[in-house]
């Protein structure tokens, strides 16, 4: 099986900081990842994804780095406002099988 | 983006009797759609994958008799709580694939008292 996990729970930071929020992954065979956004009581929400042929892809104020030698992927948050405060997954998937979700990490933005 | 509806938002009903959640895909075809539970402060639990025209598979642990999964259409699935308990109480979220990516409803939370 696959296991995906996140080294911190809570982020906690000020406005218009950048923040950055990591991911571990297990299976060196993923080859999708994505990043996703949960607000409460909310479903997730699509953010931003890379294959496994990357290692940056850039959206708005978001970016995503994925280091496959030591099976890690990162979400970079840029000039961070209140709106971001929300649970953030990743996620990993080898070729067509079922996603699977990393613990999640709480992020909170105080103005 | 693809637009996944989910309906009820949020259902409150007695212990012993059964609920039905729907899930659609509002502007496209979704042969594969997935059913996950979440419990607060926790992660998306995948409990069964949902295909159209056949059987769903579910997950280890899941009980399949209790979670009835029905896929009768290419935009719409339902997932139905069968004589639902306490311990059933939870998030529950549908996705649908479309081409590599997911898109996800929005979400029941099933209350049962």
């Known amino acids: 099986g696959e296991s995906v996990g996140l080294h911190l729970p809570t982020l906690s930071v000020q406005e218009g900081d950048n923040s950055i929020i990591n991911c571990a992954y297990s299976n060196s065979a993923s080859d999708y990842f994505i990043w996703y956004k949960q607000e409460s009581g909310k479903g997730p929400q699509f953010i931003i994804d890379?294959?496994?042929?990357?290692d940056k892809r850039q959206g708005q104020r978001v970016t995503v780095l994925l280091n496959k030698t030591v099976k890690h992927l990162s979400l970079q948050i840029a000039a961070t406002q209140p709106g971001d405060s929300a649970v953030y997954f990743c996620?990993?998937?080898?070729?067509?099988?079922?996603?699977?979700f990393g613990k999640g990490t709480m992020l909170l933005v105080s103005p | 983006g693809a637009v996944v509806s989910q309906h009820p938002s949020r259902v409150i009903c007695k212990s012993g009797t059964s609920v039905k959640i729907e899930c659609r895909s509002l502007?496209?075809?979704?042969?594969?759609m997935f059913w996950y539970r979440q419990f607060p402060k926790q992660s998306l639990m995948l409990m069964a994958t949902s295909n159209e025209g056949s059987k769903a598979t579910y997950e280890q642990g899941v009980e399949k008799d209790k979670f009835l999964i029905n896929h009768a259409s290419l935009t719409l699935s339902t997932l139905t709580v069968t004589s639902a308990h306490p311990e059933d109480s939870s998030f529950y979220i549908c996705?649908?694939?479309?081409?590599?990516?997911?898109?996800f409803g929005q979400g029941t939370r099933l209350t049962v008292v």
């Open positions: 502007d496209f075809q979704a042969t594969t």
């Open positions: 996620a990993a998937r080898e070729g067509y099988s079922t996603l699977t």
């Open positions: 890379i294959r496994s042929n990357m």
């Open positions: 996705s649908a694939r479309l081409a590599a990516e997911a898109f």
